[in-house]
């Protein structure tokens, strides 16, 4: 049977959102008239009682918890205040919520195990300035309605500060992208085993779009607070991925690209404009973190690629980058073996192990379980798990914080287009305007969470819900 429990929990949580209603989650303002904090998570939690309270019944009891409100309160407290309005709203204890958040934390790190992103600035470029992203997650999360061909997109006004688009669930999970000075952030997650108390990863980034306009600005704020990483004591169900690389640009064409754990921080400013990060570190010792290299853990061979073969192809294009240029790298689809140094076990010519920055799922690991399959090296739960669990890129985009623009693709950027999103009018500041598409699917958002809520419906998807649930933890059991 299947040991990974952290899997199994993932899984859960899926399935428990595939078949949650909407209630209107999507483009749009996270509170309005609240004078207060506490107010602002309270409004939040009656908006979308029944979709919070769902999802945070998937988590389980983390010790964590008291400790990461007693960080919340002393380094940012309007947060604390915001938490307190929305376990109030949905009825539940503060301990409770604070468990959910860091799980929620952990499934997001996780999941964001094989991103890509890099960022060109002047004089790297035809004088724009770009960051950008392919979200590596697992497949499950294409078929949510909420994030399957646009993204769950917020505009987060905190009280005190700067506004700024929230990619995630208001209040309860989200990661600022880009605030109305200009500020960008996009991140990948890194396995590490320096482990201690702190703000959470979604917590620092916040904290930094709230009150910063600058990319070094953004950065001090990672260096200057206590920073959460599980450790190897933690549970599965706390993932190990809960420290994130950062890379922030901002619109005067700088670059912060951040690496840390609880103990450790550094951050590049990028090379000649360029810059380029995966799911290792370059500037931190990976023997001091524990961040496990090709040689240590076959596995990291595929991110190591990706690495390389960005840095290869942003150093390769440098002085005539435009957004063409970053559109096509983030379509790269090449498998380029890594040097022998950093490779000595050649990992990086099997195909078990490679990545390309447009990371295809479909085309490595289905194969690769088939094969095994076939050769019962694994039985039909192991490979349903397999599938199950199989990830690639399923959204991409890059920001112009100089322009307020993101262009945001729904999959595979070397199969699917870029949607151009005007931010401007959105954070209520300069920049490009234009016809937002995204109108669009608020319309037909809503239309589907309207279909959900039929009594017919709703009734059907609770019975194939608990019935995926029960499979699942069926699975699970030893």
């Given at each position: ?180 000075k200009g500020l960008s952030c996009v991140v990948n997650a890194v396995p590490v085993a320096d482990g201690g108390d702190g703000l959470l990863h979604m917590d620092l980034i916040n904290l ?5 306009s600058n990319a070094e600005g953004a950065a001090g704020v990672i260096r200057d607070n206590p920073r959460f990483s599980p450790g190897p004591e933690a549970s599965e169900l706390v993932s ?239």
């Amino acid at each position: 049977m299947v040991e990974n429990r952290l899997k199994i929990g993932f899984s859960i949580f899926i399935a428990t959102a595939l078949l949650l209603p909407l209630q209107g989650l999507s483009l749009g303002a996270e509170s309005s008239g609240t004078s207060t904090d506490y107010q602002y998570g309270f409004q939040i939690g009656e908006e979308n009682r029944d979709l919070y309270r769902d999802v945070i019944e998937q988590a389980p009891e983390i010790d964590a918890a008291s400790t990461y409100g007693n960080s919340l309160a002393r380094y940012y407290p309007s947060l604390l205040e915001r938490l307190r309005g929305l376990a109030d709203s949905l009825d539940l204890e503060m301990d409770r919520l604070l468990e959910a958040r860091i799980y929620l934390a952990g499934v997001l790190g996780k999941s964001l195990g094989a991103c890509t992103v890099v960022a060109a600035a002047p004089p790297a470029t035809d004088g724009g300035i770009y960051s950008a992203w392919t979200m590596d997650l697992y497949y499950l999360l294409k078929l949510l309605p909420i994030g399957g061909w646009f993204p769950l997109f917020t505009v987060t006004k905190p009280l005190k500060g700067y506004r700024y688009l929230t990619f995630g669930l208001p209040v309860l999970a989200g990661i600022g992208m880009l605030n109305e000075k200009g500020l960008s952030c996009v991140v990948n997650a890194v396995p590490v085993a320096d482990g201690g108390d702190g703000l959470l990863h979604m917590d620092l980034i916040n904290l930094a779009m709230e009150s910063c306009s600058n990319a070094e600005g953004a950065a001090g704020v990672i260096r200057d607070n206590p920073r959460f990483s599980p450790g190897p004591e933690a549970s599965e169900l706390v993932s190990q991925f809960l420290a994130l690389n950062i890379q922030f640009v901002d619109a005067g064409g700088g670059i912060a690209a951040v690496e840390y754990t609880h103990n450790y921080f550094a951050f590049g400013k990028g090379e000649g404009g360029v810059s380029a990060q995966t799911n290792i570190h370059q500037f931190l010792d990976p023997a001091l973190t524990e961040c496990p290299t090709p040689k240590e853990m076959p596995a990291m061979t595929g991110t190591t690629m990706r690495l390389y073969r960005a840095w290869d192809l942003m150093r390769q294009n440098c002085g005539d980058i435009d957004l063409e240029t970053i559109k096509s790298i983030m379509s790269d689809r090449e498998f380029v073996p890594l040097p022998e140094d950093v490779d000595p076990y050649r990992y990086s010519e099997d195909p078990r192990y490679q990545q390309s920055i447009s990371r295809d799922g479909w085309e490595t690991t289905l194969q690769i379980a088939i094969e095994d399959l076939k050769a019962g090296d694994i039985n039909i739960i192991e490979f349903l798990m397999a599938v199950l669990m199989m990830g690639g890129t399923c959204w991409s985009v890059i920001i112009e914080p100089d322009d307020m623009m993101m262009h945001w693709c729904p999959g595979h950027p070397d199969l699917l287009p870029y949607i151009p999103i005007y931010c401007a009018d959105l954070l209520d500041t300069g920049g490009a305007r234009g016809t937002n598409p995204l109108t669009l699917y608020v319309r037909v958002t809503r239309l589907v969470g309207s279909l959900l809520n039929l009594p017919v419906v709703s009734t059907l998807a609770a019975v194939v819900h608990d019935l995926i649930v029960e499979i699942l933890k069926w699975i699970g059991t030893p």
